[in-house]
């Protein structure tokens, strides 16, 4: 089997208005992207990026399917065309990948040598997707700890744009600030001591770049060419 992936191409992210976010990209990611929580219910909620503030709308890939210069990408994005079917509970994992990139064209790229082995590129994807599940049960602990003390609430964002309809996006939560504030200094301390403290105040500030999407998106809709 060989696949032939596009070479920066991010147009098959191009209809996704968040993606997942682990713990370890906060402090990148915040410096771009507002960062919410998202799931059927706080035992269930994950990290987020939110890359737009319509529904199917990403406002950081452009026509041709290239991604914002100079701003972080998700690696959940990165992984492709790799991605991850998690066996149970353990580090086990299964790679699967998107049919769309498979091309059996000698020049395409092998994912297996002719002895049957992990091709150097697969070894590599294999190695990343390792990671980032290591990084998915981690970020799964501070959200226990996040659910567990009752931190987090629902949000909805209703954004005033002069010259345009109201926008408004739902179905999200964010860090009670207040609550956050009022916990005892023994449960600030475990907070603080897991590391998910600080990744709380980096989610917190990075609510901020909720005005620098809705700029972004008020400029491409006004027909501005490119991303930038």
């Known amino acids: 089997m060989r696949i032939r992936p596009v070479p920066g191409g991010y147009a098959f992210a191009r209809n996704v ?18 960062i919410v929580f ?3 219910s706080p035992e269930q ?12 709308e990403n406002l950081f890939v452009d026509a041709e399917g290239r991604w914002a210069e100079d701003v972080y990408v998700p690696a959940f994005l990165r992984r492709y065309p790799f991605v991850v079917a998690e066996n149970g509970e353990g580090e086990d994992f299964t790679v699967c990948v998107d049919e769309a990139v498979i ?10 040598d002719a002895d049957g082995n992990d091709s150097e590129m697969l070894q590599h994807a294999i190695a ?4 980032y599940q290591k990084d998915v049960r981690r970020t799964r602990e501070f959200m226990e700890l996040f659910a567990h003390h009752k931190l987090l609430v629902e949000k909805v964002i209703r954004l005033e744009r002069p010259g345009n309809e109201p926008a408004t996006l739902s179905g999200f939560s964010v860090i009670d600030e207040m609550r956050l504030n009022t916990l005892g200094a023994k449960t600030l301390q475990k907070l603080a001591r897991s590391g998910a403290l600080g990744l709380a105040y980096v989610h917190l ?4 770049n909720v005005q620098r999407l809705s700029a972004r998106m008020d400029r491409k809709h006004q027909g501005a060419h490119g991303l930038h």
Do not use: T
């Open 38 to 40: 998202a799931g059927g």
């Open 128 to 131: 990343f997707l390792g990671e």
């Open 17 to 34: 208005n968040s993606v997942p976010l682990v713990g370890s990209e906060f402090a990148a990611a915040a410096c771009h992207f507002p």
């Open 45 to 56: 909620m994950m990290p987020a990026a939110l890359l737009g503030l319509s529904q199917d």
């Open 103 to 112: 091309d059996e064209a000698d020049d395409a790229m092998p994912l297996f």
């Open 205 to 208: 500030m990075s609510l901020s």
